[in-house]
């Protein structure tokens, strides 16, 4: 059973750069935020994760294709950041009213690939997900592990949008030390009823939570979750949060 959850914004974490050790940046502001606890889980957006690991694109480098100068023009965007996109994407899944959706090289079903202009050195350069969401996750619980006595769950998101619905919300794209999801399927409700495919996305949910004390012009990129009660997992992904083709309905 639950109890109380809070959430700690991690603040003063500053301006992260290619080659900066996160690790040690993001330690700092938990020490500045009172340290650890035993059971909590690090939710840190993709942004500060992919500027750490270099992932960041300067589009006047970029020479954008026939295709992608179609694109901007029926988009009105920048022709280099649309073939940015293309770049990040495996397949164009919908293309409307100057939206492209795509599926990334990690499965994942979003606006423009993950592709960001905002909060990245005032648009000058393009922010692209991590390679790896779940290896950087991996890492950073790790290192931290290294620095304290026992290691934190981490969740890295980044913010969806969601079909049927309107506004963004934070989902998990890497996760590690904590099952993704809970599976209620065969247990009893408390009228009796045995569950049947009640499955809840655990981390997607708290990735959301968090965002509500970081934001997204609060230069609050971290924070810590506290009092939930994961099921811890050494092997578990948030790759695992991604559908499967077979039982897609919407493919």
């Known amino acids: 059973m639950q109890g109380e959850i809070r959430i700690l914004p991690l603040r003063g974490i500053g301006e992260v750069r290619p080659g900066d050790d996160l690790v040690a940046i ?145 989902v998990a794209i890497g996760v590690a030390g904590m099952l993704p999801l809970h599976d209620f399927a065969g247990v009893a409700d408390p009228y009796g009823y045995t569950m049947q495919a009640t499955l809840i996305a655990v981390a997607d949910e708290l990735a959301a939570a968090a965002e509500l004390v970081m934001g997204k012009i609060d230069r609050v990129p971290a924070a810590i979750i506290r009092g939930y009660h994961y099921l811890p997992s050494q092997t578990a992904t948030a790759r695992q949060l991604i559908r499967d083709p077979r039982f897609d309905l919407f493919r």
């Open 26 to 170: 993001l330690a700092t502001a938990i020490d500045a935020a009172g340290g650890l606890e035993q059971g909590d889980i690090l939710v840190v957006t993709q942004k500060i994760v992919s500027k750490a690991e270099g992932r960041l694109v300067d589009p006047s480098t970029i020479e954008p294709s026939p295709f992608a100068q179609e694109i901007a023009r029926t988009a009105k965007k920048d022709a280099r950041y649309q073939e940015v996109v293309l770049r990040e994407s495996k397949r164009i899944v919908k293309m409307a009213n100057g939206v492209l959706i795509t599926e990334t090289r990690h499965g994942l079903v979003c606006a423009n690939s993950g592709v960001d202009e905002s909060n990245v050195d005032g648009g000058r350069r393009l922010a692209l997900l991590p390679l790896d969401p779940d290896a950087s996750a991996a890492a950073l619980r790790e290192g931290l592990a290294q620095r304290y006595d026992y290691a934190p769950a981490v969740i890295i998101t980044d913010t969806f949008g969601r079909p049927w619905r309107e506004g963004q919300v934070n």
